[in-house]
C-alpha cells in the first residue's frame, strides 16, 4: 500500500471516533497493550509527561513540547485530532512523521491490527510510542484523547501528570457531572507520580485530591500558586506578567497564542515544569521557557487556537467546542475592535447543542454549515435549533461555501469569526 491506501485503510477499517463517536470508544486498555507488546513496549524506553483535561489540554501539550525544545532536549509530541495532515499527530521536534514511516508500520503490523480489530485511535498511539523509541526521544508529551482512566495513552508511566481543568464534554462517555468527569481524568494519577491540576474547581478538587493522596502522588494546583497580570496583546503576541504570591517570577512573558485564555494554560505549563525542575531529571531554565512559550506555533505546528487566517476583512478560527471553550471564544470576540460581526458556525451532533447556542451572541450574521463527516450536525437543523435563540442566519451546503459567504458580505471593518467545531476550523484552515 502507499500512503493514501494505508491512511485509507486506517480509516475505513477501524472504528473512528471522530467519524463515528462513541461506538469508536473502546472502554479498557486490551488492545493497547497488545499492540505495544508486540512492538517491545516502546512506552516504556522514553521519558513522558501525560496531559488531560476537557480544555486547553491542546495548547499545554504543545507549549511543554516547545519549551523542551527550547531546552534542547529531542521532544516527542502526540495529539488529537488532527486538523489537515494525519502526521500532525505525531512530531518530533515540531516534525511531521514520515509517511514512509506510517506506510511501513501499518504494513509490518497489519496482520495483528486486523486480527486484534483495534480503533483507529488505538493504533495510532501505538504508531505513535513506537516512532518516539525508535527515533530514541528524550522526552514526549502524550495528550490524551478521550477522558484519562480507560484512553489508550493511559498505558504510560509519566515523569508528571497534567490535568488543565473539567468542564462538561462527552458526557455519553464520561458521565453527567463534573465530579464523574473528574473521576475518569483522575485515571491517569499514578503511584507516586506528581500531578499539576491547572484550574481549582469545586466539583473536580476533592476528586483529584483524594485520588492522589490514594496512590501517594504529590499534587498541586497551578492556580493556587501561581497568578496572571498585566495583560496585553501586540505585536500579535500575549503578554503577561505571573506572580507567585506578590513576588514576580515572570516578567513580561510572550506567547504567541493570543487568546485571552491561554493565560490559564501558560500557569498549567510554568507550574508543571517547576515540578520537572524539582522532582525529575529533566531540567529547564528560564531562558527556554521564555523562547518557548514564545513561538509554540513556529516550533511544534500548532493551529486553530484564536489563529487569524486573513486580515480584511479580519477572518479568526479557533477550536473551542464545548460550553466553556465557547465561553471563552465569547471573551476573545468581545475584545476584538469590528463594526459588524459574521460567524461561520457549525457543530457535531452529540454536543450539548443548545448549551452552546444560548451562550453565542445575537449581534452577529449566521452562516450555518455541517462538518464534513458522519458526526457533523445537518445544517438546516443547526439553524432551526438557533432560531429559537434568536441567532439569524442562512444554512449553507458546506464549510467552505459558508465561509466564502461571510467574507464577500462583510465590509473590511468586520469581523468574520469561524468555529463552534475542531472538524470546521479543520476545513476553514
Known amino acids: 500500500m502507499n500512503y493514501q491506501q494505508t491512511l485509507d485503510f486506517l480509516y475505513s477499517k477501524l472504528p473512528m471516533f471522530t467519524r463515528v463517536g462513541a461506538s469508536a470508544f473502546k472502554k479498557d486498555?486490551?488492545?493497547?497493550?497488545?499492540?505495544?507488546?508486540?512492538?517491545?513496549?516502546?512506552?516504556?524506553?522514553?521519558?513522558?509527561?501525560?496531559?488531560?483535561?476537557?480544555?486547553?489540554?491542546?495548547?499545554?501539550?504543545?507549549?511543554?513540547?516547545?519549551?523542551?525544545q527550547s531546552q534542547g532536549y529531542k521532544t516527542g509530541l502526540y495529539t488529537s485530532p488532527h486538523l489537515k495532515d494525519f502526521r500532525e499527530r505525531i512530531r518530533i521536534?515540531?516534525?511531521?512523521?514520515?509517511?514512509?514511516?506510517?506506510?511501513?508500520?501499518?504494513?509490518?503490523?497489519?496482520?495483528?491490527?486486523?486480527?486484534?480489530?483495534?480503533?483507529?485511535?488505538e493504533v495510532t498511539v501505538a504508531l505513535a510510542f513506537d516512532h518516539f523509541a525508535k527515533h530514541e526521544v528524550d522526552v514526549a508529551i502524550i495528550e490524551v484523547g478521550l477522558g484519562g482512566r480507560l484512553d489508550s495513552t493511559n498505558i504510560i508511566t509519566p515523569q508528571i501528570s497534567v490535568i488543565t481543568n473539567i468542564s462538561l464534554d462527552h458526557m455519553n462517555m464520561l458521565g453527567n457531572t463534573l465530579t464523574e468527569i473528574a473521576r475518569e481524568k483522575a485515571g491517569i494519577i499514578k503511584m507516586n507520580i506528581?500531578?499539576?491540576?491547572?484550574?481549582?474547581?469545586?466539583?473536580?478538587?476533592?476528586?483529584?485530591?483524594?485520588?492522589?493522596?490514594?496512590?501517594?502522588?504529590?499534587?498541586?494546583?497551578?492556580?493556587?500558586?501561581?497568578s496572571a497580570q498585566d495583560f496585553k496583546i501586540r505585536n500579535n503576541k500575549l503578554s503577561l506578567s505571573v506572580y507567585q504570591n506578590s513576588e514576580i517570577k515572570y516578567k513580561d512573558l510572550q506567547s504567541d497564542l493570543?487568546?485571552?485564555?491561554?493565560?490559564?494554560?501558560?500557569?498549567?505549563?510554568?507550574?508543571?515544569?517547576?515540578?520537572?525542575?524539582?522532582?525529575?531529571?529533566?531540567?529547564?531554565?528560564?531562558?527556554?521557557?521564555?523562547?518557548g512559550i514564545s513561538q509554540v506555533k513556529k516550533q511544534t505546528g500548532l493551529q486553530g487556537r484564536w489563529?487569524?487566517?486573513?486580515?480584511?476583512?479580519?477572518?479568526?478560527?479557533?477550536?473551542?467546542?464545548?460550553?466553556?471553550?465557547?465561553?471563552?471564544?465569547?471573551?476573545n470576540i468581545a475584545q476584538t475592535p469590528y463594526q459588524n460581526l459574521h460567524i461561520v458556525f457549525g457543530m457535531v451532533k452529540d454536543k450539548d447543542i443548545s448549551k452552546v447556542?444560548?451562550?453565542?451572541?445575537?449581534?452577529?450574521?449566521?452562516?450555518?454549515?455541517?462538518?464534513?463527516?458522519?458526526?457533523?450536525?445537518?445544517?438546516?437543523?443547526?439553524?432551526?435549533?438557533?432560531?429559537?435563540?434568536?441567532?439569524?442566519?442562512?444554512?449553507?451546503?458546506?464549510?467552505?461555501?459558508?465561509?466564502?459567504?461571510?467574507?464577500?458580505?462583510?465590509?473590511?471593518?468586520?469581523?468574520?469569526?469561524i468555529g463552534g467545531s475542531t472538524f470546521v476550523v479543520a476545513e476553514a484552515i
Do not use: W
Not at 313 to 318: A, E, N, R, S
Open 194 to 226: 506528581p500531578v499539576v491540576i491547572g484550574e481549582t474547581q469545586a466539583e473536580s478538587a476533592p476528586v483529584f485530591i483524594s485520588k492522589a493522596k490514594e496512590v501517594g502522588a504529590p499534587i498541586v494546583f497551578a492556580n493556587a500558586k501561581l
Open 307 to 331: 489563529q487569524t487566517l486573513s486580515k480584511n476583512p479580519l477572518v479568526i478560527c479557533d477550536t473551542g467546542h464545548n460550553e466553556a471553550g465557547i465561553a471563552e471564544v465569547i471573551k
Open 93 to 121: 521536534n515540531g516534525k511531521m512523521i514520515s509517511k514512509t514511516e506510517v506506510v511501513s508500520f501499518v504494513k509490518e503490523q497489519q496482520k495483528l491490527i486486523e486480527k486484534t480489530e483495534p480503533s483507529f485511535f
Open 357 to 417: 447556542l444560548s451562550l453565542m451572541p445575537k449581534n452577529a450574521t449566521y452562516y450555518f454549515c455541517k462538518p464534513d463527516l458522519e458526526r457533523g450536525l445537518a445544517a438546516d437543523e443547526l439553524k432551526e435549533q438557533a432560531a429559537t435563540f434568536n441567532l439569524k442566519g442562512n444554512s449553507y451546503a458546506s464549510v467552505i461555501e459558508a465561509k466564502e459567504k461571510a467574507i464577500q458580505y462583510a465590509d473590511s471593518k468586520d469581523l468574520v469569526f
Open 29 to 68: 486498555l486490551t488492545n493497547t497493550i497488545i499492540l505495544c507488546e508486540a512492538l517491545d513496549n516502546p512506552q516504556d524506553k522514553f521519558k513522558s509527561i501525560h496531559v488531560a483535561g476537557t480544555n486547553g489540554k491542546g495548547s499545554t501539550s504543545h507549549m511543554l513540547a516547545s519549551v523542551l
Open 258 to 291: 493570543t487568546g485571552v485564555y491561554q493565560h490559564k494554560n501558560i500557569l498549567t505549563v510554568l507550574k508543571t515544569l517547576a515540578v520537572l525542575n524539582e522532582k525529575t531529571e529533566i531540567k529547564i531554565n528560564q531562558e527556554a521557557i521564555y523562547k
